[in-house]
């Protein structure tokens, strides 16, 4: 079982994957932005962060991008809806390039997240 930090400014949508990871035996922490999710990244042992790309004051892309310097093994999964600060950006592929090593598209299936999240976690 892991500590997982899950990132979304919409409250339902954290609480969902959060109610789908706390069944499957997973301690699960939530933040609503990057700003609180890097601050909870420093201050716990977390060993995967499941994220919203699209969010206020720091965004997935910029989070990742941080958390990355500071903490180059830091294992992503990226969540979004793909309508980014661009129409021209297909935010999901930038993820991917920064070390998402999973990507999933909004609406999700409780099968995807748990699929990626067992992936994730066994290597
Ligand atoms: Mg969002």
Redesign the pocket.
């Known amino acids: 079982m892991a500590k997982i930090l899950v990132v979304?400014?919409?409250e339902p949508?954290r609480t969902l994957v959060s109610k789908i990871l706390g069944k499957d035996g997973h301690e699960v922490m939530e933040a609503e932005d990057g700003v609180h999710a890097c601050e909870a990244y420093q201050d716990a042992e977390i060993d995967l962060i499941i994220t919203?790309?699209?969010?206020?004051r720091k965004?997935?892309i910029e989070m990742i991008m941080q958390l990355k310097k500071s903490h180059p093994d830091v294992k992503v999964i990226a969540i979004?809806?793909g309508s980014g600060f661009s129409g021209q950006i297909d935010l999901l592929s930038v993820a991917q390039l920064l070390g998402a090593r999973h990507i999933i598209k909004k609406p999700f299936t409780v099968d995807e997240i748990r699929a990626a999240v067992n992936d994730m976690l066994s290597y």
């Open positions: 979304d400014d919409e949508i919203d790309l699209v969010m206020p965004n997935g979004s809806g």
